[in-house]
């Protein structure tokens, strides 16, 4: 075998060195979006991985949503923008 088949061999397994890489793959795959996967993986090192994935789960399950993708990401940052609102409410009270 030549160097450069070894290189196209190694090119095609995947890996995966942390928890938030295997967090966004999954995310993608079960999108259907595996054109955005590095979105997906910064987006599960910032938040709490559980909650992305099922997230994803419930909009893959939805029937009529044409871009899955999107969906969810408008979805995520109606989440993020719901607990900026709650923590800012929280702090007044104190």
Do not use: C, P, W
Request: glycine letters at 8%; zero cysteines.
């Amino acid at each position: 075998m030549d160097y450069l088949e070894l290189l196209r061999e190694r090119a095609r397994k995947s890996r995966v060195y942390s928890s938030h890489q295997l967090i966004g793959l999954t995310v993608a795959q079960i999108l259907g979006d595996e054109q955005h996967k590095s979105l997906y993986i910064k987006l599960a090192k910032e938040k709490k991985g559980g909650d992305l994935i099922e997230l994803a789960k419930s909009v893959a399950e939805r029937r009529g949503v044409q871009n899955k993708g999107a969906y969810f990401m408008r979805l995520v940052q109606k989440l993020g923008q719901a607990k900026k609102y709650e923590n800012h409410n929280d702090q007044r009270k104190e």
